[in-house]
Nanobody, 121 residues
Framework: QVQLVESGGGLVQAGGSLRLSCAAS????????MAWYRQAPGKQRELVAT???????NYADSVKGRFTISRDNAKNTAYLQMNSLKPEDTAVYYC???????????????WGQGTQVTVSS
């Protein structure tokens, strides 16, 4: 069983910064890609940023230059540094990880429960 726990959300004024964390725990053989998604009220969940085990990153156009995804492999933890926040960044942010629990099995996606980020104007 694998659990992903996000933290670091909160209320911040426009132009401010927040750093989200996603800690993976449980039976983990390896973690491939890790990603952050977000879902604003009344909207579909959207991809914010991805980071592969090889270090390749990908960002949504709306956050390029403002958000940075990183990971600490020793801690099985991913981070999302969010700078120059805008009211339109307000959403529940979800962590996603492609995890292999054993060398004998393939990997599958796991999700955290989400952390609320609210940016006031």
């Amino acid at each position: 069983q694998v659990q992903l726990v996000e933290s670091g959300g909160g209320l911040v004024q426009a132009g401010g910064s927040l750093r989200l964390s996603c800690a993976a725990s449980g039976t983990i053989f390896s973690i491939n890609a890790m990603a952050w998604y977000r879902q604003a009220p009344g909207k579909q969940r959207e991809l914010v940023a991805t980071l592969t085990s090889g270090g390749s990153t990908n960002y949504a156009d709306s956050v390029k230059g403002r958000f940075t995804i990183s990971r600490d492999n020793a801690k099985n933890t991913a981070y999302l540094q969010m700078n120059s926040l805008k009211p339109e960044d307000t959403a529940v942010y979800y962590c996603n990880a492609d995890v292999q629990v054993s060398r004998w099995f393939g990997s599958r996606d796991y999700w955290g429960q989400g952390t609320q980020v609210t940016v006031s104007s």
